[in-house]
């Protein structure tokens, strides 16, 4: 298999009117950090696709600089297949949501700041690159001013999914806080178990889902734009958190080239890097944790997540090499498991409980790069691409080596767009 244009093939494959489905059966509409991934790889054979890639995203963009976590383009033709549908989120409970586009009420980890500077070394200034700008900028407002309670520089997310990571242990502690008697009322009518093998070991419980959709329907009761006071998910996640502070940066930096005042975000990365060491990071243990802020402690776990801080400039060099060291432990293996194989909440091949997932070793190559680590960066990138060659372009991939298949869907997109931007690094 030539793994570049294998690569290239899924990509133009699952190139829909303008955007990129993460998966051609089981995710067919277009989703927030799924395209800033997608991105990158369009880079290297149709940089035009990179920039609408980012333009149809943010034409689901809400008038108060809101960005949701799916874009139900051709919702008539394709609803069908994706439950919570368009109408079930029903987005219009919000007067921001846009009227000619159905969206969903929640966000995901912004990188898109990243992705817009890295479009703009490519192919420069232009006044579609400016107008996405201008956008990511209203985006990162948007956040500061709904999440950042606190005011240290950091936002919180309301529901598991808004991290990426649906059903990391982490989350665990605020989904347990909804009691079975709050679930009388939800119905599923669930797709992804149909177009998955292996359903029941790969993907989350029917009682996981009822309490993601109890999370989607009291947020949407407050037109998604607050969460109650007793709300039981409200956490400080390593994704959200590291990927803000990333794409900030890009953001200052796209902002003094093209003539955009980006000051007031100066400041945010300075605080949030500080309130992310305070908060985040534990001294007893040498690791980052989610930060819980229901029982306000953090939630010490181990999981792929914990290295992204290094993608962010966050560690100073001494905690740097402690993480380092830490990555040791997985160096046999194809690269670092979404969960701590150790804990008996591990499970091998259910999502995000275990299993490998390429944009984690993406960002955590980047982060080995931008500390200087090459060896052990340039390891990672090797045995990513040594994963995908074996098992080819698939949503997760198995820590056990004597595994014969990965997991989730088939052709996905940013396993695709990654590793063709790791082969062309």
Request: hydrophobic residues 35%; glycine residues 6%.
């Amino acid at each position: 298999m030539d793994l570049r244009n294998e690569c290239v093939r899924v990509l133009r494959q699952n190139w829909r009117e303008g955007y990129t489905v993460p998966s051609p059966h089981l995710y067919p509409f277009q989703w927030n950090w799924d395209s800033g991934f997608i991105a990158l790889g369009h880079l290297h054979f149709e940089p035009e696709m990179a920039l609408q890639e980012m333009e149809s995203l943010f034409k689901g963009q809400w008038d108060n600089g809101f960005l949701p976590h799916i874009i139900f383009h051709n919702e008539a033709k394709y609803g069908r297949n994706y439950f919570p549908s368009a109408d079930y989120w029903n987005s219009r409970v919000s007067e921001y949501a846009p009227k000619h586009l159905k969206t969903t009420g929640i966000t995901q980890p912004p990188i898109h700041g990243y992705v817009l500077e890295r479009i703009h070394q490519q192919l420069g200034n232009s006044d579609r690159l400016a107008k996405l700008l201008d956008k990511v900028l209203l985006y990162h407002r948007n956040l500061y001013e709904q999440r950042d309670a606190l005011d240290n520089g950091l936002v919180a997310v309301w529901h598991n999914w808004e991290t990426g990571m649906d059903n990391s242990p982490w989350w665990d502690v605020a989904i347990d806080r909804i009691h079975a008697e709050q679930l009388g009322s939800i119905r599923l009518n669930r797709k992804d178990i149909k177009a998955v093998d292996n359903y029941e070991e790969t993907r989350p419980s029917d009682d996981e889902y009822r309490r993601y959709l109890w999370l989607l329907e009291t947020l949407q009761s407050k037109e998604y734009a607050s969460c109650p006071s007793d709300f039981p998910f409200q956490l400080l996640d390593l994704t959200v958190n590291s990927l803000l502070l990333v794409s900030t940066e890009s953001l200052i930096r796209l902002g003094a080239d093209l003539g955009r005042d980006t000051s007031w975000l100066e400041q945010k990365v300075m605080t949030g890097k500080a309130s992310f060491n305070q908060l985040l990071w534990s001294e007893r243990d040498g690791n980052y944790y989610p930060y819980d802020r229901v029982s306000e402690q953090q939630v010490p776990l181990l999981g792929a997540a914990g290295f992204l801080p290094l993608f962010a400039g966050i560690p100073s060099e001494n905690q740097a090499m402690v993480l380092v060291k830490k990555l040791e432990t997985y160096r046999d293996l194809y690269g670092v498991p979404s969960f701590d194989p150790s804990h008996p909440k591990f499970e091998p091949k259910r999502y995000w409980r275990g299993p490998i997932w390429v944009n984690m070793s993406y960002m955590i190559w980047k982060g080995l790069l931008r500390y200087d680590f090459t060896e052990q960066a340039n390891h990672l990138k090797e045995t990513t691409v040594e994963m995908v060659e074996r098992y080819g372009l698939r949503e997760y991939y198995p820590i056990d080596k004597q595994e014969t298949t990965a997991y989730g869907g088939t052709d996905f997109s940013w396993s695709a767009s990654l590793v063709l931007d790791m082969l062309n690094s």
